[in-house]
């Protein structure tokens, strides 16, 4: 802070931020100052090797990361955004940048930038045009086409149901996670946005309920939805514990098929409180000048120059009835009935236990996965996954899981010892043990893909219950399209045709 005044500069994978701020008419000159001194960069070797210091330990630091925040942070923008590089890509490149390299890039930015600039609080327009004239001095380049720029973008995942496996870098964590997100409508249609952030609603309380309370799967349990970077709306769920990570995320699929039936029993009164709940924070108006500008970068940052967002949200919530949530989820999110059905699971392993290999994934279910999970947790060791997809296909002909329990404490009763069957059945099926559930999940699993016509494919990328394995992010992020750039909702046309675009 300095003279009432203070500046912020950020670097990120696509651009350079500043921010200013302050009481004084002097925050033209700041940013013109802060400016011109990064096209002026310049450093020593000592410096360099601090920063790479720095940000190796940064990275590496990320791989100690709590489970879900691998996965809803980092590791999400790596599924879902273009560019985007992992902790662990960075820091395998970081010997390779050299002090040379460092300068050049830096130059090549001052030589030719694409420049966003925001002025708010107590500026006219005049002052305003004086800032940006500042800047523009201060940069003292031509400005970059803006053919020529590139904004970050999502990635257009093909319909289907995506999973991806890795296993843990730090050996002292004893947590798995997952996070399994459903792809929603465009985020170009206000409706589509408001119909997922109702639904988001309706869903935040009974998930943590259920998976954190009720099943007690761990502290951290939640849903979130999202709006992705030039790309369709997303409702994500999150749960870490140091059950299995197939179990889990059967936990929540089983959550998820159920949820219809909430929507269904959500009575007219409970989806008022919520659209006015929504509407009364769409209406706050900002506390502050830094809120206000932060939601009007944001606007700018999407590249929708949507400044009159919250006014259209506010107006289609008021249309809004429950059936729309109902068709909604029907539409997007009801693998029974969504046309375009799209869908990925990552599965983040703790170190201590063996992800599934790719070979393993072809040849079983996920169900079957989380079953041995549970298995072994429980201290009944030495089943194979060959074994238990064999009683569990063979147990959802009867439709009994009593007789499955039977079916796989067989296994662990060799024949001519004294151990009991009964007892171990009971110890199978006893509360407090993840067992019974696993069970039951897979059984209605395996009848679901019977009644799947298309259940048999020979494509070699699926499991047996038809979804698409992930190995490589990477590769698999080439091989789809990417969203096109949002449209603009406001006409970008130069109010001052003399004042070339910054």
């Given at each position: 802070m300095?003279?009432?005044?203070?500046?912020?500069?950020?670097?990120?994978e696509?651009?350079?931020?500043?921010?200013?701020?302050?009481?004084?008419?002097?925050?033209?000159?700041?940013?013109?100052?802060?400016?011109r001194?990064?096209?002026?960069?310049?450093?020593?070797?000592?410096?360099?090797?601090?920063s790479?210091?720095f940000?190796?330990?940064?990275?590496?630091?990320?791989?100690?990361?709590?489970?879900?925040e691998?996965?809803?942070?980092?590791?999400?923008?790596?599924?879902?955004?273009?560019?985007?590089?992992?902790a662990?890509?960075?820091?395998?490149?970081?010997?390779?940048?050299?002090?040379?390299?460092?300068q050049?890039?830096?130059?090549s930015?001052?030589?030719?930038?694409?420049?966003k600039?925001?002025?708010?609080g107590?500026?006219?327009?005049?002052g305003?045009?004086?800032?940006?004239?500042?800047?523009r001095?201060?940069l003292?380049?031509?400005?970059?086409?803006?053919r020529?720029?590139?904004?970050?973008?999502?990635?257009?995942?093909?319909?289907?149901?995506?999973?991806?496996?890795a296993?843990?870098?730090?050996?002292?964590s004893?947590?798995?996670?997952?996070?399994?997100?459903?792809?929603?409508?465009?985020?170009?249609s206000?409706?589509e946005?408001?119909?997922?952030?109702?639904?988001?609603?309706?869903?935040?309380?009974?998930?943590?309920?259920?998976?954190?309370?009720?099943?007690?799967?761990?502290?951290?349990?939640?849903?979130?939805?999202?709006?992705?970077?030039?790309?369709?709306a997303?409702?994500?769920?999150?749960v870490?514990?140091?059950?299995?990570?197939?179990?889990?995320m059967?936990?929540?699929?089983?959550?998820?098929?159920?949820?219809?039936?909430?929507?269904?029993?959500?009575?007219d009164?409970?989806?008022?409180?919520?659209?006015?709940?929504?509407?009364?924070?769409r209406?706050?108006a900002?506390?502050?000048?830094?809120w206000?500008?932060?939601?009007?970068?944001?606007?700018?940052?999407?590249?929708?120059?949507?400044?009159?967002?919250?006014?259209?949200?506010?107006?289609?919530?008021?249309?809004?009835?429950?059936?729309?949530?109902?068709?909604?989820?029907?539409?997007h999110?009801?693998?029974?009935?969504?046309?375009?059905?799209?869908?990925?699971?990552?599965?983040?392993?703790?170190?201590?236990?063996?992800?599934?290999?790719?070979?393993?994934l072809?040849?079983?279910?996920?169900?079957?996965?989380?079953?041995?999970?549970?298995?072994?947790?429980?201290?009944?060791?030495?089943?194979?996954?060959?074994?238990?997809?064999?009683t569990?296909?063979?147990?959802?002909?009867?439709?009994r899981?009593?007789?499955?329990?039977?079916?796989l404490?067989?296994?662990?009763?060799?024949?001519?010892?004294?151990?009991?069957?009964?007892?171990?059945?009971?110890?199978?099926?006893?509360?407090?043990?993840?067992?019974?559930?696993?069970?039951e999940?897979?059984?209605?699993?395996?009848?679901?893909q019977?009644?799947?016509?298309?259940?048999?494919?020979?494509?070699?990328?699926?499991?047996p219950?038809?979804?698409?394995i992930?190995v490589?992010?990477?590769?698999?992020?080439?091989a789809?399209?990417?969203?096109?750039?949002?449209?603009?909702?406001?006409?970008?046309?130069?109010?001052h045709p003399?004042?070339?675009?910054?």
């Amino acid at each position: 802070m300095l003279a009432g005044m203070a500046y912020f500069v950020a670097c990120t994978e696509s651009q350079v931020d500043i921010q200013v701020a302050g009481f004084s008419s002097k925050l033209p000159l700041l940013i013109a100052t802060v400016v011109r001194r990064l096209t002026e960069f310049a450093h020593s070797e000592q410096t360099f090797n601090t920063s790479r210091a720095f940000l190796r330990e940064a990275y590496q630091d990320a791989h100690v990361q709590q489970p879900y925040e691998q996965l809803h942070g980092d590791g999400h923008k790596h599924a879902n955004r273009v560019p985007h590089w992992p902790a662990a890509t960075l820091e395998a490149e970081l010997d390779s940048v050299s002090s040379d390299h460092l300068q050049a890039y830096a130059d090549s930015i001052a030589r030719s930038p694409y420049v966003k600039i925001l002025v708010a609080g107590n500026f006219d327009e005049a002052g305003a045009l004086d800032a940006a004239d500042q800047v523009r001095a201060a940069l003292g380049a031509r400005p970059l086409p803006k053919r020529q720029h590139s904004p970050p973008r999502n990635v257009d995942f093909a319909r289907g149901h995506y999973v991806h496996h890795a296993q843990m870098s730090d050996s002292s964590s004893i947590n798995g996670a997952v996070e399994s997100t459903v792809y929603f409508g465009p985020v170009a249609s206000t409706k589509e946005r408001m119909v997922l952030s109702l639904v988001a609603g309706v869903v935040h309380n009974p998930f943590f309920s259920q998976l954190r309370t009720q099943e007690q799967l761990g502290y951290v349990a939640f849903s979130t939805h999202r709006i992705g970077a030039s790309g369709r709306a997303m409702l994500s769920f999150v749960v870490q514990s140091e059950s299995n990570p197939a179990y889990l995320m059967q936990r929540i699929d089983s959550f998820a098929r159920g949820f219809r039936q909430r929507l269904v029993d959500y009575t007219d009164s409970e989806f008022r409180n919520l659209v006015e709940s929504q509407i009364s924070h769409r209406s706050e108006a900002p506390k502050s000048i830094h809120w206000e500008a932060g939601l009007l970068w944001s606007r700018i940052s999407d590249g929708d120059y949507d400044f009159g967002r919250l006014a259209d949200e506010i107006a289609c919530l008021r249309m809004l009835r429950k059936e729309d949530l109902l068709a909604a989820w029907d539409r997007h999110a009801n693998p029974d009935s969504a046309a375009n059905y799209t869908r990925i699971d990552r599965l983040l392993w703790p170190a201590a236990s063996r992800a599934p290999s790719p070979a393993d994934l072809q040849a079983y279910t996920g169900d079957v996965i989380a079953l041995l999970g549970c298995l072994e947790s429980a201290g009944f060791r030495g089943a194979t996954l060959a074994e238990l997809a064999a009683t569990v296909g063979a147990a959802s002909l009867a439709g009994r899981v009593n007789h499955a329990l039977e079916a796989l404490a067989r296994i662990y009763v060799a024949p001519g010892t004294d151990r009991d069957t009964a007892q171990v059945v009971d110890r199978l099926g006893a509360n407090g043990t993840c067992i019974r559930a696993a069970l039951e999940a897979a059984l209605a699993a395996r009848d679901r893909q019977r009644a799947v016509a298309d259940a048999a494919d020979d494509d070699t990328r699926k499991t047996p219950d038809g979804k698409y394995i992930i190995v490589d992010m990477d590769e698999f992020k080439a091989a789809h399209p990417l969203h096109d750039p949002p449209v603009p909702a406001t006409a970008l046309e130069p109010r001052h045709p003399s004042q070339p675009a910054v």
